[in-house]
């Protein structure tokens, strides 16, 4: 069952990175702060129904409330630099850098979760890392990038695993879900609007901005669902590689919607990623 909602974790993750590329381009980039900020107050808006009267539970929870200030500010610093990494850059490159962010998080859980690494899971990894890398040399025939929005790429790879691991050591401390879920954007939202008055920027959305906060709201929300569930039962180095290739199909949305380029080599990455997932499930 553990794979199957990494899995799932991995479609919403696809869908997420999409609308994120929506989301950069909107005003040159120009209203990341503003976008996730409306993304926060959605998902806890969303979250606190589902807490109340869908799981019966009480709002307060302190060991929840405790560990989602510190995975509170990870998230807002990790899917900013995501966003902003996406501004004036291809979707299938430093969306791909981003989920990189598999190889750190294992090499945490390794070391300080000390989670054992067998050698399917080590086979599995290599070929994630293998595809990953395929995919990146692929677009060194694409546009000139940016080599800022590659470095934000890396950063948000490097934040991400942090992200994960703090996720699964909150987990094994008692950490609720959906008391982590609400209560973690609730600070994001704080974060996102002081950025947006500290900055003087317009709190005001068009429309196509608050339909993608929207949207990606619901699409986290499910995320986050599956993948926290997955960790719940199962260790970092099975669930994060898996939910983590949702590279995948936003390559293939970037393609449909976006008209990036998909040549020979990312077919190939492609088909060695599909591979990955096999040796690991």
Excluded at 105 to 129: D, Q
Excluded at 234 to 250: A, D, E, N, R
Aim: with cysteine.
């Amino acid at each position: 069952m553990e794979k199957l909602f990494a899995v799932l974790g991995m479609l919403a993750n696809a869908g997420k990175d999409t609308v994120f590329k929506v989301a950069a381009g909107e005003q040159g980039g120009s209203r990341t702060n503003l976008f996730y900020a409306l993304k926060g107050a959605i998902i806890a808006i969303l979250a606190f129904p589902i807490l109340l009267l869908v799981r019966r539970q009480p709002l307060f929870h302190l060991t929840s409330l405790l560990w989602a200030i510190p995975i509170g500010v990870a998230t807002y610093s990790t899917y900013t630099l995501a966003l902003r990494s996406l501004v004036g850059n291809e979707a299938t490159a430093n969306i791909t850098i981003f989920r990189l962010n598999f190889v750190p998080t294992v090499l945490f859980a390794v070391v300080f979760l000390h989670e054992a690494l067998t050698v399917r899971k080590a086979v599995g990894l290599a070929l994630c890392l293998a595809a990953m890398l395929v995919f990146l040399l692929a677009n060194r025939t694409s546009e000139p990038r940016d080599a800022r929005g590659t470095l934000l790429a890396i950063l948000a790879c490097i934040s991400a695993a942090i992200l994960n691991t703090l996720n699964k050591i909150a987990l094994n401390d008692g950490a609720s879900i959906f008391h982590l879920i609400f209560y973690r954007y609730i600070l994001v939202c704080a974060i996102g609007g002081a950025a947006v008055a500290i900055r003087g920027q317009s709190a005001v959305p068009t429309r196509k901005l608050l339909a993608a906060s929207a949207a990606s709201a619901v699409l986290m929300l499910a995320s986050l669902f599956f993948v926290l569930t997955a960790l719940q039962g199962s260790g970092i180095t099975l669930v994060i590689p898996i939910s983590q290739l949702s590279f995948l199909f936003t390559a293939a949305f970037a393609f449909l919607f976006f008209k990036e380029k998909l040549n020979a080599a990312k077919v190939i990455g492609l088909s060695v990623a599909i591979a990955s997932i096999a040796v690991i499930g």
